[in-house]
């Protein structure tokens, strides 16, 4: 599998994206995704982007999982 063509993100200890790769820029720029630019993400807390809370539950565990040393989602 080519990591390339996956979409990665970096999250700081305040759950603001502090980066983004490659391929989600491609997506964005392949989908009319003018407001998910790197210049207009970076720095936004990752619960923006997510649609409803079951979504951000476990977004939450997950983070805390990796957190608490548990290992990467």
């Known amino acids: 599998m080519d990591s390339r063509s996956h979409v990665v ?11 983004v790769n490659a391929a989600w820029t491609e997506f964005a ?9 790197p210049a207009r993400v970076i720095g ?10 079951t979504t951000v539950h476990l977004y939450r565990v997950m983070c805390a999982r990796v ?3 548990l290992g990467p989602v």
């Open 9 to 19: 993100y970096r999250i700081d200890g305040d759950d603001r994206l502090a980066g």
């Open 67 to 69: 957190r608490d040393g």
């Open 29 to 37: 720029e392949a989908n009319g995704g003018d407001a998910l630019r």
């Open 44 to 53: 936004r807390v990752l619960w923006d982007f997510l649609a409803d809370s």
